[in-house]
């Protein structure tokens, strides 16, 4: 039997409206990847973070958490992720394929340091020079203050970090470095200042099992940064939520948790410094 032609008109109107005022759930989810980079073991906080980015965007944000470095940067490489926080080691190794996206504030300044930690009652540590033949827990190979920042002041020491240590082992995470020399099976660890400080607030009773034997120059603190393919529309709505974080009190609720000021523009001088460090430490590795 032929269809009626206004039947026909009718059910193509009804689709069409229909798809015209499909609510913004119907779109594909805002992949963002985070690594050690961020109290990634906090859930609760995790959570908050994907209903207020959901609430800002008018989307559904699939928040993507790995243990490593690396495998956030391969997803970010395969286009598997839209967005990451990463450790600025990473974006300055890797920054063709990515853009900058927000800059965390801490402390009031886009910046951040190494802590060397120690456990707290080795007393006498004040450098990396007094672990020498120690045991010693990096954090990721990909890290800036949990990996480069020790071998590049190992070499300006004038020592190879080859055979420096007694032992080296990798915890994967910043906090599980804190843990480690808290306990005793590390002697000593560089950690992110900012990891430690939110620790500190949150679990005094680890932290205070270790001492912060010093503190290193500032280096940008560890960006987000967005898929070169982002379309720009979607770049600048996670942008303005973010920034628009210390005026939300939703927002400024969520910064406190997450013990941060806000988020600035990026501005890629911020990491040259770790630029330098890179390919300082490149050319040593290339004239061995």
Not at 92 to 104: G, S
Request: charged share 20%.
């Amino acid at each position: 039997m032929e269809t009626n032609p206004w039947a026909r008109f009718a059910l193509g109107l009804a689709l069409l409206c229909s798809l015209a005022f499909a609510p913004a759930w119907a779109v594909a989810p805002l992949r963002i990847g985070l690594t050690p980079a961020f109290l990634h073991d906090r859930y609760s906080l995790l959570a908050e973070w994907k209903g207020y980015l959901e609430k800002k965007l008018q989307r559904p944000v699939s928040l993507v958490i790995r243990d490593s470095y690396q495998e956030t940067m391969d997803l970010m490489r395969q286009g598997a992720l839209d967005a990451a926080w990463l450790c600025d080691c990473p974006y300055v190794t890797q920054n063709p394929k990515f853009r900058l996206l927000a800059t965390p504030v801490f402390q009031g300044r886009p910046y951040y340091r190494a802590y060397l930690i120690v456990p707290a009652r080795d007393k006498t540590t004040h450098s990396i020079a007094a672990l020498k033949h120690k045991v010693f827990a990096y954090t990721d190979p990909h890290s800036n203050v949990g990996f480069l920042i020790p071998k590049y002041d190992i070499v300006q020491l004038g020592d190879d970090p080859q055979d420096f240590f007694r032992r080296t082992f990798y915890t994967w995470s910043h906090r599980k470095a804190i843990e480690a020399v808290a306990e005793g099976v590390a002697q000593g660890a560089y950690v992110s200042a900012y990891i430690w400080e939110s620790l500190h607030r949150l679990e005094p009773g680890l932290t205070e099992r270790t001492r912060v034997a010093s503190r290193s120059e500032e280096y940008g603190f560890p960006p987000f940064v967005a898929h070169f393919s982002m379309p720009e529309a979607t770049f600048q709505a996670l942008r303005k939520a973010l920034l628009d974080m210390p005026r939300d009190p939703d927002g400024r609720a969520l910064l406190q948790k997450t013990n941060l000021d806000g988020f600035t523009l990026p501005d890629s001088k911020l990491y040259l410094r770790m630029q330098e460090i890179v390919h300082t430490m490149a050319g040593r590795n290339a004239g061995l």
